[in-house]
């Protein structure tokens, strides 16, 4: 069958061989990851799962910086009260620890060093989405 004009623009769960870079510390089922290294000339977004299941102490990511702004974002799964997280996140800003049990956007400036991330509870599914302007994802650790 012959390829369609725009379907090289369309990405459906994960390219093997990519270098991602979350650690595996949890059920977290990643769902789709665009970089310019999938599609030339995109920016990059990451998109997960955050399952119930047991989740270790320990950061999901390291402490680093970019070199371009970042949206990062967890949601919650309960139609009837969305605003509800469905766990707890626990996210660094800075030298500044944030603990969320509701939905949430972060906009992170570049070269704000940012995490570690750690899920310290999830009860029910929570969506995870994250992205910025970089072509290809990079980071600094800090």
Same mark, same amino acid.
């Given at each position: 069958?012959?390829?369609? %004009? !725009?379907? %090289?623009? *369309?990405?459906? =769960?994960?390219?093997?061989?990519?270098?991602?870079?979350?650690?595996?510390?949890?059920?977290?089922?990643?769902?789709?990851?665009?970089?310019?290294?999938?599609? @030339? =000339?995109?920016? #990059?977004?990451?998109?997960?799962? #955050?399952?119930?299941?047991?989740?270790?102490?320990?950061?999901? +990511?390291?402490? &680093?910086?970019?070199?371009?702004? @970042?949206?990062?974002?967890?949601?919650?799964?309960?139609?009837?009260?969305?605003?509800?997280?469905?766990?707890? *996140?626990?996210?660094?800003?800075?030298?500044?620890?944030?603990?969320?049990?509701?939905?949430?956007?972060? #906009?992170?400036? %570049? =070269?704000?060093? &940012?995490?570690?991330?750690? +899920?310290?509870? +999830? #009860?029910?599914?929570?969506? &995870?989405?994250?992205?910025?302007?970089?072509?290809? !994802?990079?980071?600094?650790?800090?």
């Amino acid at each position: 069958m012959e390829q369609r %004009k !725009y379907e %090289k623009l *369309i990405v459906s =769960g994960i390219r093997e061989g990519l270098d991602l870079p979350w650690k595996e510390v949890g059920p977290r089922r990643r769902i789709a990851w665009l970089d310019d290294s999938v599609i @030339e =000339g995109s920016f #990059y977004v990451d998109c997960a799962w #955050y399952c119930p299941g047991e989740w270790k102490d320990e950061p999901a +990511v390291d402490a &680093h910086t970019h070199s371009f702004d @970042e949206v990062i974002g967890f949601f919650g799964t309960d139609p009837e009260n969305p605003e509800e997280l469905g766990g707890e *996140i626990e996210l660094w800003l800075g030298d500044e620890k944030y603990v969320f049990t509701k939905s949430f956007l972060v #906009y992170v400036p %570049k =070269g704000l060093s &940012h995490c570690p991330l750690i +899920v310290r509870k +999830v #009860y029910r599914p929570i969506f &995870h989405f994250t992205t910025g302007p970089g072509g290809k !994802y990079d980071r600094r650790s800090t």
